[in-house]
Structure formats: structure tokens, C-alpha cells
């Protein structure tokens, strides 16, 4: 044992171990189920003996030994249960000691990281159960941390979890990479669950609870290690730099009182430009090699803004041109809203508010507050504030976040005073 | 995206005609009914919170008075037509899935066994705002 270093933070070692182990006890023993129940409580019992016992030489080799002895027990008691048909449970009785050589077999490790991380966002999940999966086997988050993130009890997120096994297993899928052809869907899969994680934890930082806003880091340290084990997927870079670039500006996002402030009126001295840096970098290394994906162009856009010192400065000509490849590729309404709004920028709020005209009729956003909200705001920018005022109350009272609804409502509010005086 | 369910009861009956007037095996259906339902949003995953309310002869309207000091009154439920009698909060995918699950509690067993189909009032849960403003 080596004295824990004051550094040294045991926890996000064993979240980065977490599918690293995780995968190596599914190869020995198969049952992802099992295996992944297995892992957990060897986390478990490494975050409850390092803090005071210290980190062992081989971690990861701790982690396997513990979770292999959790299988074996697991195995043995399934034996028992089922003495009769034994030969169906397992023909070689595993030894009990299983001690792999430190930094044994790097390639498989990567590897296992990925098959993880397909395994957990299979297309036959939920959502929800997609997120809480990926989070607990490839992010080694306990199901309490997870459950606390989403504001769920934990039995409920236990449930969530093991119901998300029970479907894997059902779709049979084996413990390998998945072939050529089945691999750019189910990696889009992999990269919108990352996506879903960053918004759940980005969006809540103005939140009460500041411990979400860990889910944008969990996000943001899983799409790295994706990264890390795909470095020349273009799409998955651009996912990472999207990430980065957005939660530069996560600080600047809300007042002192956690009210909501709009990109043009944050502090820009808040921006965090070391994530700045890194993810401009990363993007404009994916761009020029060919295959551009939505992820990217939203990175680019991300970079656009982050690059401008003064909200005027903004380069609104590229956004509006980078918008209208994004409109091109993908059929989602919030893409077209954002770009009716870059269109308002550069030719004024008339050509913005003719676009938006296209999208009343549009049945997935209709009674949606952002057609509301960015109506009004390009009908304040046209000067007509009697309609602007009545679509920010309109979008106030259909929006389902509370800070949003107090920035709509004070919008509406500050026009009627003006009226006023 | 978390939804309440609200089940809305109606007023006018509720002493003569509601639950405790019903026989025996009838409650018992609609209890059984109600435990299964909690059971499967447990194990779906989905279940945040459940609670049934009281009966409304007890409820009581609270306002702060001088001081802030609590002023009881019992009104005015003789003029509301229908009353809380119990709800769920859930986390699902989609609102539709939300109503799904709504329509299965109104079409809980009442008085000989006919479905409810009371009104159940599902109403989105206030959260985080979304990443563009």
C-alpha cells in the first residue's frame, strides 16, 4: 500500500477504472448484469478502505480481485439455487484468485471502454435508462449519486438501472465491438446520451442543487475518454469541443441572485478560456478533415460566440452560415429557430421574423415558449414592443423552468415600463 | 421530464356516493388497483413520489393574518366542485408517456368494478431552463 498523495483524488481514479474493470470481469466471466453489480461494489468498498488505508500499488487489480470475488459468490449462490442444472451456469468453476499484471492488456481496455459505452446506450433503452446506465457502468457513479443528480429516489433509480440490464440481455447482445455497419448509428446513440448528460448537468447549474452540475464534468471526462479511444471519429471531437465550448460560459450564465443572463449580456471575463482554448483547438483540428457532422458545426458556432471579446463583435454572417448547413443536415425546429435568429442579425429582425412564419405551422413546436420567446425578442429588436410584450408573457406562461419564466416575465415587464414613461 | 398527476375527485357525492359507501369487494379492487399501479411505476422506474390526501372534511385553508400569525377557516370547499384526493409525480420520456400512465389511474375500478375515468390533471414539473436563451 502507498500513502494516498494529497493530490491523489480517489475518486475520479476509480471512475476512470470503473469500465476498466468492469469490462475485464465480463470477459472472465460473461453476465453483464451480474459482472456490472459486481463492479459497483468493489467501487463501493475502495471509496469506503482508500480514503483511510490508502490507494493499493495496483488499483485496478484490487478492483478485479474484489469484484471477481463478489462473482464468484454471486456464481456460487446461483449454483445453489440451481445445484441441479449447474453445467448451465458456468462449466469451468473460476479460481479464486485473479491476479492480472498492472497495465495488462492497454489495447482491450480501450476496447472495453467502447463496447461499454454501446452496451449502455443500445437503441432499445429509454432515454433515461440509456443515461443512468452509461453514468454507473462506464462513469462509475454510484445509484445514489445518480438518483441525487436527477432528483429521483434511489430505489426508483435502482429500478431504472436494472430494468435497463434486463433489456440488454434480452436483446442479446454479445461483449464485442458492434460491425461496420451497425457502428455510425449506434455510435450516434453513444454521442446523444454523452449530449443529453452535458444538458441535464449544464442547464441545472443556475439550479438550488450545484452538486448537477457535476453531470456536465461526467459528460465532458466520459466524451475525453471517447475521444482518447476514437481520436480520429471527427463527430466525436466536435461533441467534445461543443462540450467544452459551452461550459466555458457556465459561470457567466447566471446573476448573483441565479437568475438567468443571455450570451449578449454575460460577463465575458467569466468565460473560462482555458476550455476556450482547448476546445477551439480540437474543432478546428476536426473541421478540415472532411466529414462534417451537426456536432461539429454546433462546436463551431460554440466557438464563434466564445471567440467575440464584446457580444457586437460576434461573427454573425458565419453563424448564419453555419446554421443554414445545420438546417440542411438535420430536420429539428430549435435549429431553425436559432437560425431565424442569426438571419435577424445580419439582415434585420423582419427577415428573422418572416422565417420564424415557416415554423407556426410546425406541430413539433407548436405551443413550444422558444417560438414565443424568440418571436418577441425580434419584435423588440423591430421596435414593435406592444407584440413584444404580449409574446414574452405568452412564452413566460409556457416555459417549464422557473428562472426561465422570471427572465421572460422581467423582459415583458422592463418593455411595459418603458411604455410607460 | 417530471410530471404531477393530480386525481381530482368530484365533490358533490363524496359523503353519499363516494369510496366509503361502496361495498366491500368493490374498495378492495380499487385498493388492489392502486397498489399494483404504484408497484409497476416502481419497477418502471419512472415512480418519484405518491400520496393519497385525506378526505376534505378535515382540509383547512390557512392564510397568515396580523403579524403573520395563521388564520384557520374551513372554507370554502361547499362551492368547489371537485377536490385533491391524491397524486403521483413521475419522471418519464415524453409527454405522452405521461399521459399514459394518467389514463391508466382514471380507469381505476369504482362501484362494481366500472372504470372511474376520473379526471386526472397532469401538469409538467418546473426544472432546469434549457441551454439557449
Given at each position: 500500500m502507498t500513502n494516498p498523495s494529497p493530490d491523489a483524488a480517489?475518486?475520479?481514479?476509480?471512475?476512470?477504472?470503473?469500465?476498466?474493470?468492469?469490462?475485464?470481469?465480463?470477459?472472465?466471466?460473461?453476465?453483464?448484469?451480474?459482472a456490472e453489480d459486481a463492479v459497483q461494489e468493489a467501487l463501493l468498498a475502495a471509496a469506503m478502505q482508500w480514503p483511510s488505508?490508502?490507494?493499493?500499488?495496483?488499483?485496478?487489480?484490487?478492483?478485479?480481485?474484489?469484484?471477481?470475488?463478489?462473482?464468484?459468490?454471486?456464481?456460487?449462490?446461483e449454483l445453489a439455487r440451481r445445484r441441479r442444472d449447474a453445467e448451465a451456469v458456468i462449466k469451468d468453476p473460476p479460481e479464486l484468485q485473479i491476479l492480472p499484471a498492472p497495465d495488462s492488456g492497454v489495447p482491450a481496455e480501450r476496447e472495453d471502454t467502447l463496447i461499454l459505452l454501446f452496451m449502455c446506450c443500445h437503441p432499445a433503452l429509454t432515454r433515461s435508462s440509456a443515461i443512468a446506465l452509461t453514468l454507473r457502468a462506464v462513469g462509475g457513479l454510484t445509484t445514489a449519486e445518480i438518483a441525487h443528480a436527477f432528483l429521483v429516489p434511489e430505489p426508483t433509480m435502482a429500478q431504472r438501472i436494472s430494468r435497463a440490464k434486463e433489456r440488454i440481455k434480452a436483446s442479446g447482445?454479445?461483449?464485442?465491438?458492434?460491425?461496420?455497419?451497425?457502428?455510425?448509428?449506434?455510435?450516434?446513440?453513444?454521442?446523444?446520451?454523452?449530449?443529453l448528460i452535458f444538458n441535464e448537468g449544464y442547464t441545472s447549474s443556475s439550479g438550488r442543487d450545484l452538486q448537477r452540475a457535476d453531470l456536465a464534468n461526467e459528460a465532458i471526462r466520459l466524451t475525453r475518454a471517447l475521444h482518447h479511444v476514437l481520436p480520429g471519429e471527427a463527430e466525436v471531437t466536435g461533441l467534445l469541443a461543443l462540450m467544452?465550448?459551452?461550459?466555458?460560459?457556465?459561470?457567466?450564465?447566471?446573476?448573483?441572485?441565479?437568475?438567468?443572463?443571455?450570451?449578449?449580456?454575460?460577463?465575458?471575463?467569466?468565460?473560462?478560456?482555458?476550455?476556450?482554448?482547448?476546445?477551439?483547438?480540437?474543432i478546428s483540428d476536426a473541421l478540415p478533415r472532411g466529414a462534417v457532422g451537426p456536432y461539429q458545426l454546433q462546436a463551431a458556432i460554440a466557438a464563434l460566440h466564445d471567440e467575440a471579446t464584446r457580444a457586437e463583435d460576434t461573427d454573425w454572417p458565419q453563424i448564419l452560415a453555419l446554421y443554414g448547413l445545420l438546417k440542411r443536415m438535420s430536420d429539428n425546429p430549435m435549429v431553425a429557430l436559432n437560425h431565424a435568429i442569426a438571419a435577424a442579425m445580419v439582415h434585420g429582425p423582419r427577415t428573422g421574423l418572416q422565417l420564424l412564419e415557416a415554423l407556426d405551422t410546425d406541430k413539433r413546436l407548436a405551443g413550444h415558449y422558444r417560438l414565443d420567446s424568440v418571436r418577441a425578442h425580434l419584435l423588440e429588436m423591430a421596435g414593435d414592443h406592444q407584440a413584444a410584450i404580449e409574446k414574452y408573457q405568452r412564452a413566460a406562461g409556457r416555459t417549464a423552468s422557473i428562472p426561465e419564466r422570471n427572465y421572460l416575465n422581467t423582459k415583458a415587464a422592463r418593455l411595459s415600463a418603458e411604455r410607460r414613461s | 421530464m417530471k410530471y404531477m398527476l393530480m386525481m381530482h375527485t368530484p365533490r358533490e357525492g363524496w359523503a353519499t356516493a363516494g369510496i366509503g359507501t361502496w361495498p366491500p369487494e368493490d374498495i378492495k379492487a380499487h385498493i388492489?388497483?392502486?397498489?399494483?399501479?404504484?408497484?409497476?411505476?416502481?419497477?418502471?422506474?419512472?415512480?418519484?413520489?405518491?400520496?393519497?390526501?385525506?378526505?376534505?372534511?378535515?382540509?383547512?385553508?390557512?392564510?397568515?393574518?396580523?403579524?403573520?400569525?395563521?388564520?384557520?377557516?374551513?372554507?370554502?370547499?361547499?362551492?368547489?366542485?371537485?377536490?385533491?384526493?391524491?397524486?403521483?409525480?413521475?419522471d418519464v420520456d415524453?409527454?405522452?408517456?405521461?399521459?399514459?400512465?394518467?389514463?391508466?389511474?382514471?380507469?381505476?375500478?369504482?362501484?362494481?368494478?366500472?372504470?372511474?375515468?376520473?379526471?386526472?390533471?397532469?401538469?409538467?414539473v418546473m426544472s432546469a431552463p434549457s441551454v439557449d436563451l
Amino acid at each position: 500500500m502507498t500513502n494516498p498523495s494529497p493530490d491523489a483524488a480517489p475518486e475520479h481514479l476509480l471512475r476512470d477504472l470503473a469500465p476498466q474493470v468492469l469490462g475485464a470481469v465480463i470477459r472472465r466471466f460473461g453476465d453483464f448484469s451480474a459482472a456490472e453489480d459486481a463492479v459497483q461494489e468493489a467501487l463501493l468498498a475502495a471509496a469506503m478502505q482508500w480514503p483511510s488505508e490508502g490507494v493499493p500499488d495496483n488499483p485496478r487489480g484490487w478492483l478485479i480481485q474484489v469484484a471477481a470475488r463478489r462473482m464468484i459468490d454471486h456464481i456460487r449462490s446461483e449454483l445453489a439455487r440451481r445445484r441441479r442444472d449447474a453445467e448451465a451456469v458456468i462449466k469451468d468453476p473460476p479460481e479464486l484468485q485473479i491476479l492480472p499484471a498492472p497495465d495488462s492488456g492497454v489495447p482491450a481496455e480501450r476496447e472495453d471502454t467502447l463496447i461499454l459505452l454501446f452496451m449502455c446506450c443500445h437503441p432499445a433503452l429509454t432515454r433515461s435508462s440509456a443515461i443512468a446506465l452509461t453514468l454507473r457502468a462506464v462513469g462509475g457513479l454510484t445509484t445514489a449519486e445518480i438518483a441525487h443528480a436527477f432528483l429521483v429516489p434511489e430505489p426508483t433509480m435502482a429500478q431504472r438501472i436494472s430494468r435497463a440490464k434486463e433489456r440488454i440481455k434480452a436483446s442479446g447482445e454479445p461483449f464485442r465491438l458492434p460491425s461496420d455497419q451497425e457502428r455510425t448509428e449506434r455510435l450516434g446513440s453513444v454521442l446523444h446520451v454523452l449530449y443529453l448528460i452535458f444538458n441535464e448537468g449544464y442547464t441545472s447549474s443556475s439550479g438550488r442543487d450545484l452538486q448537477r452540475a457535476d453531470l456536465a464534468n461526467e459528460a465532458i471526462r466520459l466524451t475525453r475518454a471517447l475521444h482518447h479511444v476514437l481520436p480520429g471519429e471527427a463527430e466525436v471531437t466536435g461533441l467534445l469541443a461543443l462540450m467544452l465550448l459551452t461550459d466555458a460560459r457556465r459561470d457567466a450564465r447566471t446573476g448573483a441572485d441565479g437568475e438567468l443572463v443571455p450570451l449578449t449580456e454575460q460577463d465575458r471575463l467569466r468565460w473560462d478560456r482555458h476550455a476556450i482554448e482547448e476546445g477551439v483547438a480540437l474543432i478546428s483540428d476536426a473541421l478540415p478533415r472532411g466529414a462534417v457532422g451537426p456536432y461539429q458545426l454546433q462546436a463551431a458556432i460554440a466557438a464563434l460566440h466564445d471567440e467575440a471579446t464584446r457580444a457586437e463583435d460576434t461573427d454573425w454572417p458565419q453563424i448564419l452560415a453555419l446554421y443554414g448547413l445545420l438546417k440542411r443536415m438535420s430536420d429539428n425546429p430549435m435549429v431553425a429557430l436559432n437560425h431565424a435568429i442569426a438571419a435577424a442579425m445580419v439582415h434585420g429582425p423582419r427577415t428573422g421574423l418572416q422565417l420564424l412564419e415557416a415554423l407556426d405551422t410546425d406541430k413539433r413546436l407548436a405551443g413550444h415558449y422558444r417560438l414565443d420567446s424568440v418571436r418577441a425578442h425580434l419584435l423588440e429588436m423591430a421596435g414593435d414592443h406592444q407584440a413584444a410584450i404580449e409574446k414574452y408573457q405568452r412564452a413566460a406562461g409556457r416555459t417549464a423552468s422557473i428562472p426561465e419564466r422570471n427572465y421572460l416575465n422581467t423582459k415583458a415587464a422592463r418593455l411595459s415600463a418603458e411604455r410607460r414613461s | 421530464m417530471k410530471y404531477m398527476l393530480m386525481m381530482h375527485t368530484p365533490r358533490e357525492g363524496w359523503a353519499t356516493a363516494g369510496i366509503g359507501t361502496w361495498p366491500p369487494e368493490d374498495i378492495k379492487a380499487h385498493i388492489g388497483f392502486m397498489m399494483q399501479f404504484n408497484k409497476e411505476l416502481k419497477e418502471s422506474g419512472e415512480l418519484v413520489g405518491a400520496e393519497g390526501l385525506a378526505g376534505p372534511e378535515a382540509a383547512r385553508i390557512v392564510r397568515a393574518g396580523a403579524n403573520g400569525v395563521p388564520e384557520v377557516t374551513d372554507g370554502p370547499f361547499a362551492e368547489a366542485k371537485e377536490f385533491l384526493a391524491g397524486y403521483w409525480i413521475v419522471d418519464v420520456d415524453s409527454t405522452r408517456r405521461a399521459h399514459e400512465i394518467a389514463a391508466r389511474a382514471s380507469a381505476a375500478p369504482g362501484k362494481g368494478g366500472v372504470p372511474l375515468n376520473m379526471p386526472i390533471e397532469v401538469r409538467e414539473v418546473m426544472s432546469a431552463p434549457s441551454v439557449d436563451l
